[in-house]
């Protein structure tokens, strides 16, 4: 038996504890969206009514809902074998999934190591970083560098990244020893300036620098000058510091390229990938490591990375991201997103002109504009546009002021012109409400 709408939401209210989601004004306000099925760039609520997924579900879902050979892999594995320990076994899938990845990985990263999600593939790089250093006789690097207005993820040791102050707040006083530099999204020269003067002054206290490569997701969509890259490669190998970048968001296409550092040929020590990874089907992460990274972990029993969640390498996700990697090369996914991402540049500079609309930018798959009345996170100028998307069927959950769109790579042309244009007309209906 299923439940109508109305029995969810009041079940919904008296026990789910939301993520990201003020709780209070949730349970005596919010008229929840109930979704109850999707399928390609469509979500589909209870009452019937379809919404263009205008962040892929939370930037995951690179090849749409329900993509049929993903289904099938995940059928398919099932039948064999849907879980196992990666701890000293293995399996066919995490095997071959590992090699296959390192063969669309940048630069010498040649060792994978397996995890859940985009924060623990994060937080397994800092840890790799911290023992990497020690190993390499450098116990004194236990320091790390973020931008501000970072989001790397949820764990404690991740959440000391995070340059958003609204987010560090409640933890202020027991997080891991991070400092934060400007963003070159706030101009290259000065975000330049600071990351070569504290390399200079302070480097040797550094273990990683640790980036979201041209593009800060949560903090806005902003993106920044790909120069800032070479750039902090340059200085982090001429400073024994590792170049941590993580392309949770931007990995598998988002930005154009696979990778985003893929722009500049940058090369990291450690990259992190998640949310792609399977498109959005399971929760599964990776963090990749040179040679040089992962021989500092072999030896005496000791040097080992004593490390690993209980579902690394689970065969469900290894089999679901190796068919994602497959159907990328038959499908020319990245290929075929290149018009989509023009369509994409073409809207959005268009909508800078509507008034209360502040500045608008674009990169690959990503489309964002700023509102005017902006108060960071808490503005609620993004919600009244969210709001007006609803009734005309699309689904663009904001980050404070600034409304943005991560569709499906493989969006249909005419679903994206659909979605540009319902952000530029909810955009001119909700400006006018809020003047
Ligand atoms: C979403 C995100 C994370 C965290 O990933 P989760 O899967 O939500 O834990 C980390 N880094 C970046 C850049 C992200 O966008």
């Not at 990351?195 to 800060?216: C, F, M, N, Y």
Request: hydrophobic residues 45%; proline residues 4%.
């Amino acid at each position: 038996m299923t439940l109508d709408r109305a029995s969810i939401v009041e079940i919904d209210k008296k026990t789910v504890w939301h993520p990201y989601t003020p709780m209070q004004q949730y349970i005596e306000r919010a008229r929840p969206l109930v979704i109850e099925r999707a399928q390609g760039a469509r979500l589909f609520d209870a009452d019937g009514r379809s919404y263009i997924d205008g962040n892929a579900s939370w930037w995951t879902a690179l090849l749409g809902h329900g993509h049929p050979r993903i289904i099938e892999a995940l059928g398919r594995q099932s039948r064999r074998l849907c879980h196992t320990a990666l701890a000293g076994i293995v399996h066919e899938q995490a095997a071959r999934l590992a090699d296959e990845l390192v063969q669309v990985a940048p630069g010498p990263l040649c060792r994978v190591f397996f995890s859940d999600d985009g924060s623990t593939a994060v937080e397994v790089a800092m840890k790799m970083a911290l023992q990497y250093q020690r190993q390499s006789g450098q116990a004194g690097r236990t320091r790390f560098v973020a931008l501000e207005g970072a989001f790397h993820g949820e764990t404690l040791g991740v959440t000391a990244l995070g340059g958003v102050e609204l987010f560090r707040r409640p933890f202020a006083g027991v997080l891991l020893d991070c400092v934060h530099v400007p963003s070159a999204a706030d101009g290259y020269e000065r975000a330049f300036g600071a990351l070569e003067q504290l390399l200079t002054e302070s480097g040797r206290d550094i273990a990683a620098v640790v980036l979201e490569p041209l593009v800060q997701g949560a903090a806005g969509m902003r993106i920044y000058d790909a120069r800032y890259l070479v750039m902090a490669r340059e200085l982090t190998r001429r400073s024994g510091v590792l170049l941590v970048l993580d392309e949770v968001f931007t990995g598998y296409g988002r930005t154009g390229p696979m990778w985003a550092s893929e722009h500049v040929d940058v090369h990291p020590d450690i990259l992190c990938t998640a949310k792609g990874f399977t498109a959005g089907t399971l929760p599964m992460a990776a963090t990749l490591v040179t040679e040089q990274v992962f021989e500092a972990f072999l030896g005496d029993a000791s040097r080992a990375f004593y490390y690993g969640h209980t579902f690394c390498g689970n065969p469900l996700g290894a089999a679901v991201a190796r068919e994602v990697l497959a159907i990328y090369r038959d499908e020319h996914v990245l290929e075929r997103a290149r018009g989509k991402a023009r369509r994409i540049a073409e809207a959005f500079a268009g909508m800078a002109e509507i008034p209360g609309v502040v500045s608008t930018r674009s990169l690959g798959m990503i489309g964002a504009l700023e509102l005017q009345h902006g108060d960071g996170y808490l503005a609620q100028s993004g919600w009244r546009v969210y709001e007006q998307a609803l009734e005309r069927g699309a689904y663009l959950r904001p980050l404070g002021n600034v409304v943005y769109v991560t569709p499906s790579l493989n969006i249909d042309d005419d679903e994206l012109d659909a979605l540009l244009s319902i952000v530029d007309s909810s955009v001119r209906a909700a400006v006018s409400e809020g003047s």
